[in-house]
Each structure stands twice: as structure tokens, then as C-alpha cells.
């Protein structure tokens, strides 16, 4: 597991402009586009197929059995070689990122879908699972997508989830190329925004490291949520003393 960095080593990066990823906008789902089409390509870093293989195996639990067999077959043959196009068409939808196979440029093998402040839209994941499109997919939720809820299994098809926090726990201890390691880098940077809202205060002024009421809204909510499941899970397991924390 990766260790949680303080809000002020966050803010220092961001005012020093240490993070292309930030200088670009982490906000903006194109960012990612970007940095994950160069990054999925094993021509441009070898172990790309094997970061694939770690989101697949990531998001194992996510799916229902039907498909996590697929998702089991695909770890078990990883390709040798991989690419990945932006915006193409899936099922009866478009999806963000197709990673393709390398030694056979017509095969299809993962639709891959972002997320970063937005929600998944009704019926997305579903016209995206149409016949004919490949068997298993992801959505990766980079920003407070991560924190908002998700459509229940019925609604995600043939997709399953994962979060900014499993992406990293999955890649952390990858050997990556640079490019790799600034994103990488980047979602550490909003993994604490999200973890850490309540530390900027009430003052709007000091809101600036979020993009904005809602990012500052789904963090402070995402952390409410956090403790009063801590208070249920203490609770039912029968414990003498309630933890109780005060929230300023």
C-alpha cells in the first residue's frame, strides 16, 4: 500500500508546477487520454501488457462471475505486445481508450473508460457491453468519480471498476518511464486532496488545490461517509467504546 502524502507537500508541488500531469489539467479526462495512450503501448515501454494484466487482476472482485472468467483467461494469456487508440467505437457507444492487440491490429482487447469529476452516465457501461464488443472492460475513476456511487452490477455490463487508490496500488511498484511516473505521481497528488479536504478549512480561498465546489464537496462528503462506516463496522463488532471524531 502507498503511504498518504500531507496536503501541504500537494499544494507545494502544485506551486512549483513539479507535475506535467497538473500543468496539463488533471481535471480534464483528455490529460489521461494522453498520458495512458502513450503509456499502454509496449512500443513505447515494455511492460505495458504487464500493467494492463495488474488493472485486470485489480478488478477481479468487481466483476460477476460470468465475466471474471474472461477476466481470469485474459490473465492467464496476456498478449505480448499491445496498443491503444482513443475514442473509439464500442457496442453501440464510444469508449475513451481500446487497447488493441499488438500482433494483430484488427483484434480488440479492452475497452477502457474515464473518469475523473464525472459520473457514469445511465446506460454508458450497458450500449458499451453490446454483442460483439470485447468481453470484459474497465472504468477507471481518477478524480471524485472515485468517491460518488456507482450503478449497480446490472447497470455496468461487461465493465467493472476501479478506483484512483487500487490503480495505484496496482502500478506503485512498476518499473515505469518517466511519463509513467508523473501520472502516477499525480494520482497520489489527488488521492490526498480527496482524503485530506477537511484540512484547507471553510475559507474559499484556501480551496484553490480543487478544481472546484464539487471536487471540494465530494471529498468532504467522501470522508463523512468514511468515518460513519468506521462507527458502523465499530459498532457491530460489539466494541465497549465508540470511537467519535469531531469533524472542524
Not at 500531507?6 to 500543468?23: F, Q, S, T
Not at 468481453?135 to 460518488?148: D, E, F, H, T
Not at 476501479?162 to 511516473?181: C, Q, S, Y
Not at 501520472?183 to 475559507?203: C, H, I, K, M, P
Request: aromatic share 6%; proline share 5%.
Amino acid at each position: 500500500m502507498v503511504s498518504e502524502l500531507a496536503l501541504e507537500a500537494v499544494m507545494d508541488r502544485l506551486h512549483k508546477g513539479c507535475n506535467p500531469v497538473e500543468i496539463a489539467g488533471y481535471g480534464r479526462e483528455s490529460t489521461h487520454k494522453g498520458y495512458l495512450t502513450w503509456l499502454l503501448d509496449t512500443g513505447h515501454w515494455e511492460g505495458a501488457a504487464q500493467a494492463i494484466c495488474r488493472l485486470v487482476e485489480a478488478a477481479l472482485p468487481e466483476w460477476p462471475d460470468h465475466h471474471r472468467a474472461s477476466a481470469h483467461r485474459w490473465i492467464q494469456r496476456p498478449p505480448d505486445a499491445v496498443y491503444t487508440l482513443f475514442e473509439q467505437r464500442v457496442g453501440n457507444g464510444k469508449v475513451d481508450l481500446l487497447v488493441m492487440d499488438g500482433n494483430d491490429d484488427n483484434r480488440a482487447l479492452l475497452p477502457i473508460e474515464l473518469k475523473t469529476d464525472s459520473a457514469i452516465r445511465e446506460d454508458q457501461l450497458t450500449r458499451m457491453s453490446a454483442e460483439g464488443s470485447p468481453p470484459i472492460g474497465l472504468v477507471l475513476l481518477l478524480g471524485s468519480s472515485a468517491v460518488r456511487d456507482i450503478p449497480e452490477i446490472e447497470g455496468r455490463g461487461r465493465f467493472a471498476h476501479l478506483t484512483l487508490e487500487k490503480v495505484i496500488n496496482a502500478w506503485h511498484d512498476l518499473d515505469m518511464p518517466r511519463p509513467g511516473r508523473d501520472w502516477l505521481e499525480a494520482l497520489r497528488n489527488e488521492q490526498t486532496r480527496l482524503a485530506r479536504a477537511f484540512e484547507v478549512g471553510s475559507d474559499e480561498s484556501q480551496w484553490w488545490p480543487y478544481r472546484g465546489k464539487k471536487h471540494v464537496f465530494y471529498a468532504l462528503l467522501a470522508t463523512v461517509k468514511g468515518h460513519c462506516r468506521q462507527t458502523t463496522a465499530t459498532s457491530a463488532h460489539g466494541s465497549s467504546t465508540m470511537a467519535v471524531t469531531t469533524l472542524s
